[in-house]
Structures are given as C-alpha cells and as structure tokens.
C-alpha cells in the first residue's frame, strides 16, 4: 500500500512539474524561429500531399543561391532547391516526428499556409511555440521521473524545475523547434531507461532504444556523438543485447539512407555535411568561447554547472551510476569539442550557448549522481566543521542556481535580449560581439 501511494505521489508530482513549466513556458514572450522557419509546412505538405517537397505551397521562385552545402531559393536560406523541386534544408526528423500535433491543428483552424497556400509565419509561430513547451514540459517531468529512482521527491523536483528554467530548456529549446527540442525530449527518455537499467529496476529494450536514437540522428546529426558511446556501452556492459539492437538500428538508417537517395541521390542529405565544415578560429579558442565568453558561454549562462562539476568531484568517492558518469562526461567533452570546430562556433542568432543544448540531459544525469553521492556522504559527516561547509555548499549551489534561472529567464522573456543578435550590428558581420563583456548578450534589456 505504501508502494501505492508513493507511485501516486509521484505521479501527481510528476504531472504538476509538467503543468507547471508548460504554463511559464506558454507565457514566455520570446520565440526564436530562425532555422526552423518552414518545418510546419513540411509537417503539412507530408499530411496533405504525401510529399517531402514543398512544391504544392506558392512559395515564390527566387534566383537560385550558393550556400556553403546547398542551393538556397534566393535569401531564404531554410529551403534547398535540388532538380527544381523545393525542399526544407535543415534534417526532416522535427517534421515527421510533428505530424500528429500540426494535423490537431489545423484541425483546429492554426495552419503554416494561407487558404491561397502561401506562407503563413504567423501560423508557422503559434505552432512551433505551443509543440515547444509542451515537448519541454514533458522533458521536465521526464527529468522528476529520472532522478526519483534515486532522490526524494523534494531533492527530484528542484532539480528537474532547475534543469527546466536554469539552462537552455527554457531561453532557447521551448522558444520554437529547433532542432535540438526533439532530440533532448526523445533523448530523455534514453537517459531515463538507462539510469532505471544500471539500478536493475529496468530491462533496457533495444528496439526502442535503436529507434529513439535513431531519431535524435533524423532531427539533428550532432546525436551521432550520444549513439557511439551508447553503442560502446552496449556492447560492453550489454553484448547480449547488441544483435537487437544494431539490427533495429541499422534498419532505420537504411530507411533513411533510401529516403536521401531517393530525393537527393546521395546517401545522406547535404544538412548532414554541414559539421565536416571545419571553421577558421582555432579550436581551442572556440572552445574556450563556448564555455566562457559573455555572449555564448555554457558556464556564463548556465553558472549552476560549476556546482555540479563540485559535487562530482568533492564526492566522486561515493558516485553511484558510474559508469554512466564517465559515458556523460565523454559525450559531453567530445560534443564541446565538435561545436568548436564548426563554422560559425557561436551558432549565429541564438541566445546563448545554442549549441550546447543536446547535451543538457548529461548535465541532468551528471548533477543527480552528483547530489546522490553528496547525500551519501552526509551519514559520514558529523562534526560541527562539516555541517557548516555542507551549508555553505548548499548556499552557494541554490545562489548559482538562481542565477542560471535568471539568465535563462532574460532569453526566454526580454526580446531585447534577442534582437542583440542585430542590433547594433550582425554578429554574423562582427563575431568579435560575442567577446564583448561591456554588452554580453544577457544584459541587453539594460543595454542601451
């Protein structure tokens, strides 16, 4: 019976997490479609044509454009124009898996085209923004499930609220579809089994996971770097489960593959060569920008890291879920160091440290192992010396942690902190603003 009523209580915690992140998220005024721009259309064109093409909408004919890996239709750089036929260039993956929620919808009179079937970006917005936050809200209350296989209900809820408003979740994932939206929500439910597998509460399945990775590779191909080390892992920890699993796989990649071929005759879409672009800056620079410049750094934006890298290691004694650690920590070193290499390494219009939102359900796993060994350790504490340092700890964490909140907070609430991007100048023009302490990015709403 006691079992019973936890699983309730869970439950209704879980839901409120949810309820509760969907409404901020809802109410947050600022929507960042840049890349995604078009996706809704594709959802459509594959609901009412059956096509990968948008060739069905009036979209205008503008002179073909040289991009860097496609031929852009004129300044939209969001379509590809392959053998005259239209196409949405970033990976098709956020389209498919939308499909359900476009079509309730436009069921419900909310369209990305006009009824002369044009563009309609206003449409394209209200779409993009609801699917967002309800996607991030669910993630959020995905997070509460994770850590409560190994924290109390209290300790699972200011962490998933945490995770949900103190990183890029809030100021950049629940703000439109970008591609990362889809992958962190389906690649909480990866970390989710996983953690529930090494405390043999949970069998991992490897046909569900193959296919959830899969498509984190289908909505963007940095996830390529998570399906490695998860497939080291399995083959590891789990040989048994490999022939499943690397059949499973392997089948949806040859889909996909069938899919490139037969739109583009080349295996993989052009996107997919995108970060074979190595960029100018040197990589350690890059790297360095990533992590702490005033206008792009994951440290700067999300400050509640350095207390999860603290408790890591003030506690690593007493770590549970290691090996799962050391796999986070690898995926999230390499996914810096690729970033870094890319060209632009800032991300261009963003809020933040853009590129670094894939990894944000590592960080969660790293920082709920974190607090588990921190917990662990206080039955060895008793002196007067010790409590007052876990206090101190414990201060300093919910200070970083407020501050992440409210970083987070400006990007998702103050459009000034985006129209930073333009104003007074391109970044994409002056690269050098992102280094720029006098105005960072955070700081625009005061900035003038």
């Given amino acids: 019976m006691r079992g019973l009523r936890r699983s309730r209580l869970d439950v209704a915690l879980g839901a409120s997490v949810f309820l509760f992140v969907l409404i901020i998220f809802l109410i947050s005024r600022v929507h960042q479609l840049a890349d995604s721009n078009y996706s809704m259309l594709l959802s459509q064109s594959l609901i009412h044509h059956r096509s990968f093409t948008l060739d069905r909408y009036n979209i205008p004919r503008l002179l073909p454009t040289q991009q860097l890996f496609h031929v852009s239709n004129g300044s939209i750089y969001q379509l590809e124009l392959v053998d005259n036929h239209i196409y949405y260039f970033w990976p098709p993956g956020t389209s498919v898996l939308s499909v359900p929620f476009v079509a309730l919808m436009n069921a419900s009179g909310v369209s990305a085209a006009n009824a002369v079937g044009s563009y309609n970006p206003d449409g394209e917005v209200i779409i993009q923004a609801r699917l967002a936050a309800i996607l991030m809200a669910a993630l959020a209350s995905l997070f509460y499930f994770t850590s409560r296989l190994l924290l109390p209900p209290g300790w699972s809820l200011l962490l998933s609220l945490g995770t949900a408003l103190g990183t890029q979740i809030w100021s950049t994932a629940s703000r439109a579809l970008w591609s990362d939206t889809w992958g962190i929500f389906l690649l909480g439910f990866v970390v989710l089994s996983l953690v529930a597998q090494e405390l043999g509460i949970y069998r991992l399945r ?96 999300v400050p509640v890291l350095f207390f999860v890298s603290y408790l890591l290691l003030r506690y690593r004694a007493a770590l549970p879920l290691r090996r799962l650690v050391v796999f986070s920590l690898v995926i999230v070193s390499i996914h810096l160091i690729v970033v870094s290499s890319h060209s632009p390494w800032y991300g261009g219009h963003c809020y933040g440290p853009r590129y670094s939102t894939g990894i944000v359900p590592w960080f969660y796993l790293l920082a709920v192992s974190g607090l588990q060994a921190r917990r662990r350790s206080a039955n060895e504490q008793t002196s007067r010396w010790r409590s007052l340092r876990r206090q101190l700890e414990a201060s300093i ?48 709403t005061w900035d003038h």
Avoid: C
Avoid at 222 to 233: D, G, Q, R
Avoid at 398 to 412: E, H, K, M, Q, W
Avoid at 422 to 433: A, G, H, I, K, L
């Fill in 397 to 444: 964490g919910a200070l970083l942690l407020i501050l992440s909140v409210t970083i987070n907070a400006l990007g998702a609430t103050s459009h000034a902190t985006w129209l930073w991007n333009s104003r007074p100048v391109n970044v994409d023009q002056e690269p050098d603003r992102v280094w720029d302490w006098k105005h960072p990015q955070f700081l625009a």
């Fill in 206 to 301: 490897p046909a569900l996971l193959a296919t959830l990775l899969a498509w984190t590779y289908f909505v963007r191909p940095t996830f390529a770097l998570p399906i490695v080390a998860i497939t080291i892992y399995i083959v590891m920890y789990h040989r048994r489960l490999f022939i499943p699993y690397a059949t499973v796989g392997a089948a949806w990649f040859s889909a996909f593959a069938v899919y490139s071929w037969y739109h583009f005759s080349q295996v993989l879409p052009n996107y997919y060569f995108v970060y074979q672009h190595f960029g100018s800056t040197p990589v350690w620079l890059a790297l360095f920008g990533n992590l702490l410049s005033p206008s792009r750094g994951l440290l700067v934006f």
